[in-house]
């Protein structure tokens, strides 16, 4: 906040500087014209370098005077008045001829200048509506086209400066035409002084309105990006409209660059942009000051208060100038009397409500509108002061970008807290979700939440007993080591009395909040937490709503396994005894080719026998695995080569009889490690399956590859293929078939045993288009 602070009391100080040396440059203490004469011959050029060509001008109304008198063709046209200037000539009473709008007239000042002084030159602004400039006779400076009729005359602005000839004796007759504007005549002052300065002023003016174009047209295109980025906050689309209206004002004031930038454009539009660009800065600037200051009122009555501006605005947009412009003065007295007023005490209001940034808000807008109040106290020629919207403008754009940077780095701040809860929330989840037992779970829950609250503040988690109306409290003592009481399923405070089994919203009870997880309508856990530490942000709301839920189905997912566990107990009674079913039928068969075969023969069969026997003790220790979720391996060096022929001599029996076409082919030498036993029975699993699947005809094949430190053993088969719902089992180890047997251990050790030798298993199967299973073993 205090760096915010400091940098707008910068700006403010910095545009102080530039406004004084501004002001220094005229003085009120300069001299005045009187009688049409400004006599400067005693004016200290150094203190006032430049001075305003006001005071008492020779007006002629309806008159274009030369400097050669000889040219008068009537008496009348010599008739003139003293006029204070500038001013418009609206209302001016001229020899009882009152003056409107339309309209031209001839300005006459004589200026004596001292003898040293070279190099003088005029700066000249806008002036209502076209003119020609002359000096001793020559014409120096014209805007639009000068013309006694509406027809022969065009309006246009166009400040300029021009160089006055070496003289000590200046006369300067201006004609001046208005037939399109409201206002006419000598508007504002022109200044005189020497070169160097007129143009060190004007670098410095078209600084000023440069910066505002600048500063307002990237305001105005980055706020629409990042609107377009994202179109849920309105509020940088409203700061990029307004900085576009900024944008449109400071072209067609001041300096009048879209005057000059855009010399083919009509004056009517340019002047129309002018004054929409005023009217709708207002409700666009309200509604952008409303989403950093909502309240009820401007709520309700907000859009009834800009409802005039409106009118105002679509008056500029259908009505020629004669009107619209009558809209200035009433639209003025209506802001000055009701949304400016209301806003500031909105803004005061924001302010006590601690709204974020609404007090780099104030700032702007008592800034802003200090600026605005000179220019329309200005515009109404109250004063001869200078423009300070141009400041005003930068200043506004600067205190806003200053607020939504601070908004966006807030909000930055905050999305980084939420997104580290959000890691602690994952880890602290997983934490939970891998706990064994209620216990185990329960007390890394109230690990992870003591860390938010104080040593001397206590957390209870309570669980249902099952079957039980009864509840159980957890909690941990100084030394994390949990306490378990047994408690009703009701809490006391006081009067109040809370039953945990109907608690289905968070409660406050007293200083403790209670927040329940629900499941069928069964409360499954109830935290009571102390408030502080817990409620000071909706995220950390939400971090605690997570560790609920992650507690709850932890809880859920242990009944679940207890459960899946008994289940799984009954049905592997059968899936035992099918698994041990080939293997003896493969002890069998081999018993019987040694009782018809030669002494050579029977050698070989007894090592195949050892094998099978060796594969039921396996079969066995798997089966203790499952259950326990986990496999101990007996890791080898095995010659790949050699090993495999093994393992094609045991599926060239197993398939023996079956009608199925095996195919065995090895592309790969070296060595690899595994474990002999397991990787023996997984390629029996899969060759049983495919068995299984294929029935009494069918291929099967298996192929040995190995490419830089991969093994890949590829089985395929050309049976029906398995469905969605049984790959997605396979690799959540939860195989289910529709095998009369049993549940398909077979197959889920299948995965277990890849992935214990730190490998995986690909399948691809479709129905009817067969399946292919690829064993991806590290070297």
């Excluded at 005057?259 to 942009?273: A, C, G, V």
């Excluded at 409106?310 to 000055?336: A, D, G």
């Excluded at 008592?366 to 930068?394: A, E, H, R, W």
Aim: charged share 20%; with cysteine.
């Amino acid at each position: 906040m205090s760096q915010s602070l400091r940098i707008i009391f910068l700006i403010l100080f910095l545009f102080h500087l530039s406004h004084c040396s501004y002001l220094g440059l005229s003085n009120d203490n300069a001299p005045k014209a009187e009688n049409g004469v400004l006599n400067l011959t005693k004016l200290d050029w150094n203190s006032h370098r430049i001075t305003d060509l006001s005071g008492e001008w020779k007006f002629y109304w309806k008159q274009v005077i030369s400097q050669n008198r000889n040219q008068s063709e009537s008496h009348n046209k010599n008739r003139f008045i003293l006029k204070s200037s500038p001013s418009v000539w609206n209302g001016l009473d001229f020899f009882g001829e009152k003056i409107e709008s339309h309209g031209f007239a001839t300005y006459e000042l004589r200026v004596l200048l001292p003898p040293e002084i070279e190099n003088v030159a005029l700066s000249i602004p806008d002036e209502g509506t076209a003119y020609n400039l002359y000096a001793n006779g020559q014409l120096i400076a014209s805007a639009g086209t000068f013309g006694l009729t509406k027809e022969t005359s065009s309006a246009k602005y166009n400040p300029q400066i021009a160089s006055l000839p070496n003289s000590n004796i200046l006369d300067l007759t201006l004609h001046v035409s208005n037939f399109q504007n409201r206002w006419g005549g000598y508007w504002y002052p022109i200044r005189i002084g020497k070169l160097e300065d007129i143009l060190k002023e004007n670098q410095r003016k078209n600084g000023v309105s440069l910066t505002v174009c600048i500063s307002a047209a990237i305001m105005a295109v980055y706020n629409l990006l990042f609107f377009l980025f994202r179109r849920k906050d309105p509020t940088p689309l409203l700061f990029s409209i307004h900085c576009a209206l900024i944008f449109i004002r400071a072209l067609t004031t001041g300096e009048r660059f879209g005057h000059q930038l855009f010399p083919n454009l009509s004056w009517e539009i340019l002047n129309r942009l002018e004054y929409i660009s005023v009217y709708l800065s207002a409700p666009v600037l309200y509604a952008f000051l409303y989403r950093f200051s909502p309240n009820l009122f401007w709520e309700k009555y907000g859009s009834y208060l800009t409802f005039p501006i409106y009118v105002s605005s679509l008056s500029v947009l259908i009505l020629p100038n004669q009107w619209y412009t009558l809209t200035l003065f009433p639209t003025q007295v209506y802001c000055f009397l009701t949304v400016i007023p209301c806003w500031a005490i909105l803004l005061i209001y924001g302010i006590t409500k601690n709204y974020e940034g609404v007090w780099i808000l104030f700032i702007g807008y008592i800034g802003v509108m200090f600026c605005t109040i000179n220019d329309i106290i200005l515009t109404d020629s109250v004063n001869n002061s200078v423009y300070l919207i141009p400041y005003g403008q930068i200043f506004l754009i600067a205190s806003h970008s200053i607020l939504i940077s601070r908004r966006f780095s807030t909000s930055l701040n905050k999305s980084e807290n939420l997104s580290h809860q959000m890691k602690t929330l994952v880890s602290s989840t997983r934490d939970i979700m891998s706990s064994s037992s209620f216990a185990s779970a329960t007390q890394t829950a109230l690990e992870i939440l003591s860390k938010n609250i104080r040593k001397n503040q206590e957390l209870f988690i309570y669980l249902p007993e099952q079957n039980s109306s009864n509840w159980k409290q957890y909690s941990i003592d100084t030394e994390n080591d949990l306490r378990v009481t047994e408690v009703s399923g009701f809490l006391s405070h006081d009067t109040i009395d809370v039953n945990l089994s109907s608690l289905s919203t968070p409660s406050i009870l007293n200083d403790r909040l209670l927040l329940p997880v629900q499941s069928n309508q069964t409360n499954f856990v109830v935290l009571d937490l102390p408030i502080q530490g817990f409620l000071n942000l909706d995220s950390e709301m939400d971090w605690v709503q997570g560790i609920a839920y992650a507690l709850a189905l932890s809880i859920q997912n242990l009944l679940r396994e207890d459960r899946d566990k008994l289940a799984v107990i009954g049905e592997l009674s059968a899936e035992i005894a099918h698994d041990i079913g080939h293997h003896v039928m493969l002890i069998q068969k081999i018993l019987r080719n040694m009782n018809q075969s030669e002494k050579e023969v029977s050698d070989i069969s007894i090592s195949q026998a050892n094998k099978e026997t060796e594969a039921l003790a396996n079969l066995s220790l798997d089966i203790l695995e499952f259950s326990k979720k986990r496999i101990i391996l007996d890791l080898k060096s095995v010659d790949i080569g050699e090993y495999f022929k093994g393992v094609r001599e045991d599926l060239d029996l197993f398939f023996e009889g079956t009608g199925i076409r095996l195919t065995f082919e090895i592309f790969a030498d070296g060595s690899v490690k595994l474990d002999p036993l397991r990787i023996r029975r997984l390629v029996l699993n899969i060759a049983k399956n495919a068995a299984d699947a294929l029935g009494k005809n069918g291929n099967f094949s298996v192929r040995i590859e190995k490419e830089s430190e991969t093994l890949y053993i590829v089985f395929k088969d050309d049976g029906p293929g398995l469905s969605d719902d049984l790959k997605k089992a396979f690799y959540g180890f939860l195989i289910q078939t529709k095998k009369p047997q049993g549940t398909g251990l077979g197959l889920s050790i299948v995965r277990k045993i890849a992935v214990a030798h730190g490998g995986e298993v690909l399948l691809d199967s479709s129905p009817g288009q067969g399946s292919r299973i690829t064993i991806l073993l590290p070297c």
